[in-house]
């Protein structure tokens, strides 16, 4: 199997976040203040990381490590006006990366090209004025890292195609009064997919090379599209509301060519960012990454089964060597379902009705949470992550610090806690905690500001903290 090492920028945490897409698991951290965007260079050698801060880092794609930062000065065309924040950055083949260049204080940015070897910085906006009346708004590279399209950030509908060198190839181009939000580039820069939405309508246009029409294709929203690395299919992730589908179009026309189940959590979908050369799917899912197989797209049928929200299973925990009787709660099943616990296959799956499937799980070596799935004859799918814990799975501990004589109280958040307080032991340091209750997503929810596309069952335990032991290890 091809395996691809993907980047995630998560500006949340400050760090980019490392994935195998062999295994679909987390391989390193790497510490990025403010990151906000991931490019792989063309010789594969440096992922280029925007940030929200005055700094662009540069990560060594075999130690994963950051290998250079560079403090970005910035650009003042007017008085009082610096754009000094490299929130966006696309690798080119000449090794000088396009740069989305934000101002700290509002959202309007200008379109820059950067030189990383004298830390130099080009303002392109004189370039196209027009086009840049307001700023810039969405752009993509195309694949072979030599083009890069650039839409208005207003309703002017403007669109602008350039070089590695900064020079505008074609543009400005107008499609009318309406906003840009997305575009996407094919390999070699003859095939440009842009949406756009006007009059509460949404529609993706095909522009040649030269920004001239192609194809159209009516939608109700778009979430995410990317062309396959041939150039001959554009995936689009679409539906404003269900069912959750990915479409492939022809990459030339917009002829419809299949569907494929999106991945769909707690009532998100996936917002697809880019392909591999086998047709998987990377794309930014509720609160974490989306896998999705588009090799062999169907027609799918309009009713989509779905898991209902946390707690989806019923219990959501168990002993490692499997055999706790389970239901699975959600809507639109099938007739029948082959069901994994992670990697496991449950053996023995049963479609109670169109709501409710009863399993059986099965064994499983490691403690922890693993996601559920349940495959359809119709080809759907529907996942519930982390939806039942082997065994408890500590995932933060708050506050994790006090005052030596203890009996504060502090919260234990995971997995697998079950619902009985006294059947629950927590030690700290050796010495037992009074552990008070065991609460679930909805009670905890609230606290934590976690609304109802939270997809994942976790509990917290309140317990007073016993008192620091006089014995100190050394």
Not at 13 to 28: D, G, K, L, Q
Not at 66 to 84: C, M, S, W
Request: charged share 10%; hydrophobic share 40%.
């Amino acid at each position: 199997m091809l395996s691809v090492t993907i980047f995630v920028a998560n500006r949340a945490m400050n760090r980019v976040e490392v994935f195998s897409s062999t295994t679909a698991v987390r391989v390193a951290q790497v510490s990025v203040p403010g990151a906000s965007s991931a490019d792989l260079s063309t010789d594969g050698t440096t992922v280029w990381i925007g940030t929200v801060t005055e700094q662009v880092a540069a990560i060594d794609t075999t130690s994963l490590q950051v290998k250079a930062r560079y403090e970005i000065a910035g650009l003042q065309p007017l008085p009082n006006t610096l754009f000094d924040r490299p929130e966006e950055l696309l690798a080119l083949s000449n090794g000088n990366p396009m740069m989305r260049l934000r101002q700290s204080q509002t959202g309007e940015s200008l379109l820059a090209l950067w030189d990383p070897t004298s830390n130099t910085l080009t303002n392109l906006t004189s370039t196209e004025p027009q086009l840049f009346q307001n700023g810039l708004g969405a752009m993509a590279r195309t694949g072979d890292q030599t083009k890069v399209l650039v839409a208005a950030s207003d309703a002017s509908g403007q669109l602008a195609v350039y070089d590695g060198n900064g020079s505008a190839l074609a543009g400005p181009h107008g499609l009318g009064i309406g906003t840009i939000p997305l575009v996407a580039a094919n390999p070699n820069g003859t095939r440009f997919a842009v949406v756009f939405v006007a009059n509460g309508s949404t529609q993706l246009l095909l522009l040649d090379g030269s920004l001239n029409p192609a194809g159209s294709y009516t939608t109700s929203a778009v979430n995410g599209m990317v062309f396959s690395r041939d150039g001959q299919s554009l995936y689009v992730s679409e539906n404003g509301g269900a069912p959750p589908v990915i479409t492939a179009l022809d990459g030339h026309s917009l002829n419809i060519i299949g569907q494929v189940p999106d991945l769909w959590l707690a009532g998100k979908r996936s917002e697809i960012e880019d392909v591999d050369s086998t047709n998987l799917l990377f794309g930014i899912a509720n609160r974490g990454l989306s896998f999705v197989d588009a090799a062999t797209p169907i027609s799918l049928s309009a009713a989509a089964p779905v898991f209902a929200a946390a707690p989806t299973a019923q219990p959501s925990e168990g002993l490692n060597a499997g055999g706790t009787p389970t239901v699975l709660a959600g809507q639109n099943f099938g007739a029948s379902a082959q069901v994994l616990f992670g990697i496991q296959s449950v053996a023995n799956a049963t479609v109670a009705g169109e709501t409710q499937i009863n399993v059986t799980s099965p064994p499983n070596a490691s403690s922890g949470a693993v996601n559920i799935a349940a495959y359809f004859p119709s080809s759907w799918l529907a996942i519930a992550p982390d939806a039942f814990s082997y065994g408890p799975q500590v995932l933060q501990i708050l506050p994790n610090a006090g005052a030596p004589a203890g009996a504060d109280t502090i919260q234990i958040y995971g997995y697998g806690f079950g619902s009985d307080p006294t059947k629950l032991t927590v030690k700290i340091a050796g010495a037992t905690a009074a552990v008070q209750q065991v609460q679930n997503l909805a009670a905890i929810g609230p606290s934590l500001g976690l609304d109802s596309t939270y997809p994942f069952p976790s509990n917290a335990s309140p317990c007073k903290r016993p008192p620091e032991r006089l014995a100190k290890p050394t």
